[in-house]
T-cell receptor
Framework: GQNIDQPTEMTATEGAIVQINCTYQ??????LFWYQQHAGEAPTFLSY??LDGLEEKGRFSSFLSRSKGYSYLLLKELQMKDSASYLC??????????WGAGTKLIIKP | GAVVSQHPSWVICKSGTSVKIECRSL??????MFWYRQFPKQSLMLMAT?????????EQGVEKDKFLINHASLTLSTLTVTSAHPEDSSFYIC???????????????FGPGTRLTVL
């Protein structure tokens, strides 16, 4: 079956760095997306990885290892507005996004 | 950038009534739109994939006669929840697929969501 595994909740301090890990099992693979979702709002796109390695985009970076079925999202210089849920969503062989429950990130001053 | 709107943002209705939710891609044409449902603290659940001019493809367990989807144009898809019941209360989100520039993937742009409460 298809499965996404992310920590349910993480807490970090403003200004610090946090890494949110994601392991996945899908039927085929066509890349992996990371989305940010604030409470009561729809997800917004953060990153897309299809090849192994690190993609950096400002304060956010995303890493992928296809052989390990593993990705992480790295958030630097945390700000209070980064408090949100972060959704790891790999795309299967049918180009369908597979959604996990996400990781709720709590930023403390 | 690509913008997707949904209307209404929230709706409260009586049990047994029908509710229509609109999803529009404002500045691009979307051949494919997706409808999701999300219960509190749970993951997004894909309900159906909607392609312009053809019948929607429903996920297993989603009743097509209860959740009517119409994708009449490249910029508009509608979801009608027929004979709504309290268990249908949820956050309904649509997304529209657009090619991401010269990249090889299509990105999904999400609407702001519609919060449905059925009394």
């Amino acid at each position: 079956g298809q499965n996404i595994d992310q920590p349910t909740e993480m807490t970090a301090t403003e200004g610090a760095i946090v890494q949110i890990n994601c392991t996945y099992q899908t039927s085929g693979f066509n890349g992996l997306f990371w989305y940010q979702q604030h409470a009561g709002e729809a997800p917004t796109f953060l990153s897309y990885n299809v090849l192994d390695g690190l993609e950096e985009k400002g304060r956010f970076s995303s890493f992928l290892s296809r052989s390990k079925g593993y990705s992480y999202l790295l958030l630097k210089e945390l700000q209070m507005k980064d408090s949100a849920s972060y959704l790891c969503a790999p795309m299967d062989s049918n180009y369908q996004l597979i959604w996990g429950a996400g990781t709720k990130l709590i930023i403390k001053p | 950038g690509a913008v997707v709107s949904q209307h209404p943002s929230w709706v409260i209705c009586k049990s047994g009534t029908s509710v229509k939710i609109e999803c529009r891609s404002l500045d691009f044409q979307a051949t494919t739109m997706f409808w999701y449902r999300q219960f509190p603290k749970q993951s997004l659940m894909l309900m159906a994939t909607s392609n312009e001019g053809s019948k929607a493809t429903y996920e297993q367990g989603v009743e097509k006669d209860k959740f009517l989807i119409n994708h009449a144009s490249l910029t508009l898809s509608t979801l009608t929840v027929t004979s709504a019941h309290p268990e249908d209360s949820s956050f309904y989100i649509c997304s529209a697929e657009a090619a991401h520039g010269s990249s090889s993937y299509n990105e999904q742009f999400f609407g702001p969501g519609t919060r449905l409460t059925v009394l």
